[in-house]
């Protein structure tokens, strides 16, 4: 068994997924999407499958696009990587499978996108159709702001940051909970908290283990689905009106601060999944199947 | 403990490592909280990370 992991920088992260593989005595090639020569003719590579966790979503996509196409399972895929890379692909994913969201308009022109603004109301969430860790987010709470906002963003902001994403503005609790779920079953969560409206612990926000078991972990599995499923961290919003709403999901999940707080094994689960669907006997399967071994035995 | 050790390019102060370090690592500089990436194993060098650019993120 051998696991390609992809990568940009080696953080936290990569690093506790490295040692979960080699834990389990699984040859792991660490590769550098930043000096790998892509051949989409070539034979792919030599791994019975790639776990990506490269901070660029270009790189992800380059990647993935070509080695899924030689046949390895990627983790995530390209389709759940294109989904949850775009905020306005994951809405439209999530009102397809009828899981709630906030109300979500999008335009690609200044005067649609403060049309847009005027018809969700305000407050108003503007934010980047890709982007992460709560960068270029504006909350705007009246037409001037917005209109200034927009001019900023179409005067000097590059091609990406042209399509502009405005949201309802979700009057939270002080918190929005963060979700892990892996092959389609929620594993942890946490509650973030912050004084600012943004919670992101990118961001300074604090984070405590909560029980993901009920309605929190159903509309995570549900949104996981929606999106394609694989290894995500799904983003959720306690509305008072409206309940449970999913914010957003990310395809290359942190979590190094959310081991402790939730006492899950975050990377030991990531990695089971991986080799369970590369098709490797799993440290759980081995389990299982030693109970099942020991049980026949005793019959 | 300390295992392997490197020069801070910005600040010139010691980066100390406590486990074997992997290429493309990033550690931040104690003395000047500058985010240096691993450039090289042996002989172990370390470079500032280049700044997060516009798509990347989780």
Known sequence: ?299 | MTVATAECPECTAEVGFERAPLNAEVVTCRGCQAELEVTSIEPLRVELAPEVEEDWGE
């Open chain 1, 1 to 299: 068994m051998r696991i390609a992991l992809l990568h940009t920088r080696i953080r936290a992260e990569e690093r506790l997924l490295i040692e979960a593989l080699d834990a389990r005595g699984i040859e792991t090639d660490v590769i550098d999407v930043r000096s790998f020569v892509l051949d989409p003719a070539g034979p792919g590579i030599e791994a019975d499958a790639v776990l990506d966790r490269s901070m660029s979503v270009a790189a992800s996509r380059a990647a993935l696009s070509v080695l899924e196409r030689s046949g390895v399972p990627c983790f995530n895929g390209t389709r759940t990587l294109d989904v949850c890379s775009d905020k306005l692909a994951t809405a439209a994913a999530l009102a397809g499978a009828g899981v709630p969201a906030p109300r979500t308009l999008a335009a690609v022109g200044e005067q649609a996108a403060l049309e847009a603004v005027e018809r969700i109301g305000y407050p108003a969430v503007i934010k980047p159709a890709t982007g992460s860790w709560g960068r270029l987010i504006a909350r705007v709470s009246d037409r001037e702001s917005a209109e200034a906002i927009l001019e900023h963003k179409f005067t000097l902001g590059s091609t990406l940051q042209k399509t502009v994403v405005v949201q309802e503005y979700v009057d939270k609790p002080g918190r929005d909970l963060r979700i892990f779920v892996v092959g389609g079953r929620a594993i942890a969560g946490i509650a973030r908290s912050s004084e600012h409206w943004i919670t992101n612990t990118a961001r300074g926000g604090s984070a405590t283990g909560i029980n993901v078991s009920g309605e929190i972990g159903a509309i995570s599995e549900a949104a996981a689905r929606a999106v394609g499923g694989g290894i995500l961290a799904i983003d959720l919003l306690e509305c008072p009106r409206r309940g449970l709403l999913v914010n957003e999901i990310n395809h290359s999940m942190e979590f190094r601060n959310s081991i402790d707080t939730t006492g899950v094994d975050i990377p030991g689960v990531v990695v089971e999944h991986v080799l369970e669907r590369a098709g490797a006997p799993t440290i759980e399967m081995a389990a299982m199947r030693a109970r099942s071994a020991a049980m026949e035995a005793s019959a």
